[in-house]
């Protein structure tokens, strides 16, 4: 399946913000003091620049390949994600380049079978300038549509020490009989607003705790003990959902490097 987007929305950053370009652990130095930034992740999700995919029709025009993947691996669609680009990038130069198209591949592409936990995003890219490029800077913002309907955590052990689904962290999480408790760590809950749960065990069917009890500390953490009808059995997956505030988008650049 081939998704078409020609892409209005114009992104609010600046491609010179140095917070954009250090934000992710996997960036590596190269010439020019400039830092390559090839891969977002943010679990369960990565998102990764192909190289070997990139082509360049001719100085001006150029295709540049994303690889999204699931890393449990479950299934994935691009309706799962959804993606804003800008109508323009740069390259090091500050030379401007037209984002043409922005296409989604979901079962094939180039003849390459996908799996059912990926897709591919190309871009292809133009600009009516003379130049020679070496990086591209391309900011973008991911919304994780899937997680309308609750943060989804699977355990196959009745004790973990920290696990992170996309910015909700939980931590010294241990089951036991009816009862579930952990840390959750949400850098939402940092400010002067009520913030409130929804958290339900899926087991065929969503089922509601008994009773929950929960303490709230500072900086976004606090201490949840659960306890539903039943003795829980592994593997065990249960889903948080924020009730108070919208599922917040991601937002990154990547640093291309082009050969």
């Known amino acids: 399946m081939i998704r078409s987007l020609f892409t209005t929305v114009t992104l609010l950053f600046l491609l010179s913000s140095c917070g954009l370009f250090k934000e992710e652990e996997n960036s590596s130095s190269s010439q020019d003091n400039i830092q390559t930034k090839t891969e977002y992740n943010k679990n369960p999700f990565s998102i990764t620049y192909d190289p070997t995919l990139a082509n360049k029709t001719d100085s001006n025009t150029y295709s540049i390949v994303l690889r999204v993947q ?3 691996p ?3 669609s691009v309706d799962d994600l959804s ?14 380049y037209e984002v043409q198209s922005v296409n989604y591949f979901e079962d094939e592409y180039l003849q390459e079978s996908l799996e059912s936990h990926e897709f591919v995003i190309e871009m292809n890219l133009s600009t009516g300038e003379v130049g020679q490029s070496n990086y591209f800077f391309i900011p973008f913002i ?9 943060y989804p955590f699977h355990f196959d ?6 696990t992170t689904i996309g910015d909700l962290t939980l931590e010294d999480v241990k089951i036991s009989g009816q009862d579930v408790s952990f840390d959750l760590y949400d ?8 913030m409130r749960y929804q958290i339900t065990l899926v087991d065929n069917e969503e089922l509601y705790p008994v009773t929950t009890t929960r303490t709230e500390s500072s900086n976004g953490r606090s201490q949840l003990l ?3 009808s039943s003795e829980s059995s592994l593997p065990l997956e249960f889903r948080i959902r924020r009730e108070t505030v919208p599922v917040p988008s991601w937002q990154s650049t990547f640093i291309l490097p082009i050969y």
Do not use: C, K, M
């Open 83 to 96: 993606f804003q680009w800008p109508s323009f990038i740069e390259d090091e130069n500050h030379l401007p």
């Open 187 to 194: 850098p939402l809950d940092q400010y002067d607003r009520p």
């Open 157 to 162: 052990h009745d004790e973990t020490a920290t």
């Open 142 to 150: 991911v919304d994780p549509v899937l997680f309308l309907d609750g």
């Open 74 to 76: 479950d299934d994935l």
């Open 226 to 228: 659960l306890t539903f």
């Open 70 to 72: 699931h890393v449990r």
